[in-house]
């Protein structure tokens, strides 16, 4: 996965981070550097809007590299 430099700091070194809760897993890019991060994706299938991992990571990895 590749992403796009950080709009805040102009960091190249983004990751992917994935915390995982009882009910729900949270995902989101952040950046090593400055710490900004997009808003999170919350993804349970008991709330009725579940992802797959690979989707969830997709999504935030593909609305990161979009961003304005």
């Given at each position: 996965m590749e992403?796009?430099?950080c709009s805040?700091?102009?960091n190249l070194s983004m990751f992917l981070q994935?915390?995982?809760f009882a009910k729900?897993?949270?995902?989101y890019i952040k950046?090593?550097?400055?710490g900004a991060c997009d808003p999170k994706?919350?993804?349970?299938?008991e709330c009725g809007f579940g992802y797959e991992r690979d989707e969830?990571?997709?999504?935030?990895?593909?609305?990161w590299n979009e961003r304005h």
């Open positions: 992403l796009k430099p805040f700091c102009g994935r915390d995982k729900c897993d949270v995902y950046c090593y550097n400055c994706l919350e993804s349970s299938w969830a990571e997709e999504f935030v990895s593909k609305r």
